[in-house]
């Protein structure tokens, strides 16, 4: 159950669209603004504290939940679609799917990269870019890890840097550039709408694992292959693999990617970094590519990125593998795969 608390706020510490971050009475706290307006240095705020006190690897910050400073609120939308649904935060997000732009002819041969951690979608984009700069990628954000996109530092930074040129949040993630109802229309969204070349899947900051066989958030990899694949378009997932994690079951390919990859069976393509030891991915066809130093790349466009606190330098081979899937969906463009 949640916790809750009331104070003031002392500092605000940066702002960016859709989101401030903030001290409260000294406590690090984060104010979704599309969510409940902002906030000014001496209001009184209503903060859940429950992922502090917990413990949980991805908090370090409370939420602040309303501020008492004013009486009511009125964010402004002009669709019908609700995210959030049932909670005291829903909001009428409105999605692309009410909007005459959208279109339901299909994925016709698109590239679909699929991240299982929201790492990855870095590599992806800085190699995909870095091969067709001129071509559009698109980021689906999935509602398997953080809902709110304002709170992805990384997206922003890539957006920023030129290496992803839209967004599209799915189901009850919510704060992209445009909405969508589920996964699979989010794909046509950003076809159709955003216009993509290419498009890279995966969930915001914070993923789940519960170190059971199914009990984690990058088993929805499976689903997304599926989506893709019924859809019309060609799958390519990005491997999670590590040459340091402590942990076994993430040495190598990690068995979040091993798992879902058997789990949804077959019709993806699995890259792999051109030299690296071949791995077994099952039905799924497997494909050899050339993929650079993908932790330069990062560099050059001045993007931080870690995982699991590791950088690219530390870990280069997490980034090379998932690198080797925004090498995979370059080369299909460059095909003229799509219809």
């Known amino acids: 159950m949640p916790t809750f608390r009331t104070g003031a706020v002392t500092t605000i510490l940066s702002?960016?669209?859709g989101l401030q971050r903030v001290e409260v009475d000294?406590?690090?706290a984060y104010v979704l603004t599309a969510l409940i307006g902002d906030v000014a240095v001496g209001d009184r705020v209503v903060v859940n504290t429950t992922a502090v006190e917990l413990g949980l690897g991805t908090g370090g910050w409370d939420v602040v939940h309303w501020n008492l400073a004013r009486d009511a609120w009125n964010g402004g939308s002009d669709g019908h679609v609700m995210k959030l649904r049932y909670t005291s935060l829903q909001c009428d997000t409105g999605v692309a799917e009410e909007r005459p732009a959208y279109e339901s002819g299909g994925l016709r041969g698109m590239p679909v990269v699929v991240c299982g951690v929201h790492s990855q979608v870095a590599a992806v984009a800085a190699v995909f870019k870095g091969t067709l700069p001129e071509r559009k990628l698109v980021f689906v954000m999935t509602d398997a890890a953080?809902?709110?996109?304002?709170?992805?530092?990384l997206v922003a930074d890539l957006s920023t840097a030129g290496l992803i040129d839209g967004t599209v949040t799915a189901g009850q993630a919510f704060g992209g550039d445009h909405e969508a109802v589920n996964l699979p229309s989010a794909l046509r969204v950003a076809r159709s709408v955003a216009g993509a070349d290419a498009v890279v899947v995966g969930p915001g900051p914070g993923g789940v694992g519960t170190a059971t066989e199914l009990g984690f958030g990058a088993l929805e990899v499976g689903g997304v292959i599926d989506a893709a694949r019924r859809d019309g378009g060609v799958p390519i997932?990005?491997?999670r693999w590590?040459?340091?994690d402590e942990r076994e079951r993430h040495r190598g390919v990690s068995h979040h990617s091993r798992t879902a990859l058997a789990w949804v069976g077959s019709g993806a393509t699995v890259a792999v970094p051109r030299g690296e030891p071949l791995v077994d991915v099952g039905d799924h066809e497997r494909v050899e590519v050339d993929v650079g130093d993908v932790p330069a790349l990062l560099a050059a466009a001045g993007i931080a990125v870690t995982t699991m606190g590791r950088t690219p330098e530390e870990?280069?081979?997490?980034?090379?593998y998932a690198g080797a899937a925004g090498a995979a969906a370059a080369a299909a463009v460059a095909k003229g795969v799509m219809q």
């Open 146 to 153: 953080a809902l709110p996109l304002a709170l992805s530092d």
């Open 315 to 320: 870990e280069p081979g997490f980034f090379r």
């Open 26 to 28: 000294g406590r690090k």
């Open 242 to 244: 590590s040459g340091t």
């Open 15 to 17: 702002e960016r669209a």
């Open 237 to 239: 997932v990005a491997l």
